[in-house]
């Protein structure tokens, strides 16, 4: 029994806009998240019901690790918004999250758990998590992983760490423009292929009944229908020449897509990988363009790896005083 209890554990936190994640994990098997349990965030009731949700949902894990023999030394949390890595506060949020701008997570979370607390945004902790332990793990150049989901976010991940940026806002690619389908100009790749962007893009077009949602048009595209497979294509191949250009410009040595439109498979990634060859330039033509690999898990593992990493950082600095 003594030797079980020496065992160690990252609590890892996932907060999104409808229901908050929560697991442990072992160093010694990162890509394993023990005790997954949701709940609902609650946005609509507001920060403060928010963070008690947080607060029990870690408090509930921390027994769950305890039971299993394990002790947690850190905590990992993915928020929504720009989060200010500094402090672990939101800086700025969407109205996804009403009221969610100046929370302080990682104050709040410390004294309440009396645990140390990394926070970050939560596209970017579910990309760190696919960069070290998932589709790119081995790669320890630049890693861009690309999130297509509801909306269409962004991760830089470089030697396997999410380096600080001026304004925490390194990975916001959703304002990159595209070329829009049909030569109409440009969007922001989120307008065009995230994905109520391709729902609407596809009822726009559509002379029938309209779908109710992506998996409605997704139906239609494997039923053969030629209107649902080329909004999907086209929009698709579009993205990925926006990003080939943004790629272009900051140079990566692997492209990571994920997100619930992006784990689509084939229908996605062969059109999107399309676009992005059609606008890279030569020297990038041969990089990896690879699907996430560790699902719904991927934040979690992502916001565990980013606590220990941060943890096992503040002991060697202390060792170094």
């Known amino acids: 029994m003594t030797s079980a209890m020496n ?24 890509t394993t998240v023990h005790g997954r349990a949701t709940r609902p965030t609650r946005a609509a009731d507001g920060p403060r019901v928010v963070v008690r949700e947080i607060i029990d949902a870690a408090t509930s894990i921390i027994a769950n690790a305890n039971a299993d023999g394990y002790v947690p030394t850190c905590v990992g949390v993915g928020a929504p918004g720009v989060v200010d890595t500094r402090t672990g506060c939101i800086s700025y949020a969407g109205p996804t999250m ?10 709040t979370l410390r004294a309440a758990l009396d645990l140390p607390v990394s926070v970050h945004n939560d596209v970017r902790v579910m990309g760190l998590g696919e960069a070290v332990h998932g589709a790119a793990a081995g790669n320890t150049g630049d890693v861009l992983f690309v999130s297509i989901g509801t909306g269409i976010g962004g991760a830089l991940v470089t030697g396997g760490q999410l380096p600080q940026s001026p304004h925490d806002i390194r990975g916001e690619i959703a304002y990159l423009l595209a070329p829009v389908p ?29 779908a109710k949602d992506l998996r409605e048009v997704m139906r239609r595209y494997h039923d053969g229908e030629d209107l649902a497979r080329r909004v999907i294509t086209d929009s698709l191949r579009c993205v990925g020449e926006g990003l080939a250009a943004f790629i272009n410009a900051i140079d990566v040595s692997a492209v990571v897509i994920g997100g619930g ?35 719904t898990n991927a934040p979690l593992v992502g916001a565990a790896h980013m606590a220990h990493t941060d943890i096992l950082a503040s002991t060697h600095l202390m060792k170094e005083q």
């Not at 999104?16 to 442990?24: D, H, L, R, S, Y």
């Not at 307008?191 to 309209?210: D, K």
């Not at 498979?265 to 033509?285: D, H």
């Open 7 to 30: 065992k160690t554990c990252a609590i890892a936190i996932d907060i999104g806009g409808t229901k908050i994640a929560t697991g442990f994990v072992d160093p010694t098997a990162p």
């Open 261 to 295: 439109v992006g784990t689509l498979g084939e229908p996605i990634l062969g059109p999107l990988r399309q676009g992005l060859r059609n606008g890279l330039l030569a020297p990038l033509c041969n990089i990896p363009i690879v699907q996430a690999a560790l699902g």
């Open 98 to 107: 009403p009221g969610w701008a100046g929370t302080d997570i990682a104050s």
């Open 182 to 210: 049909a030569g109409n100009g440009c969007d922001t790749i989120e307008n065009i292929g995230s994905g109520p962007s391709l729902t609407r893009s596809y009822n726009t077009a559509v002379s029938g009944t309209p």
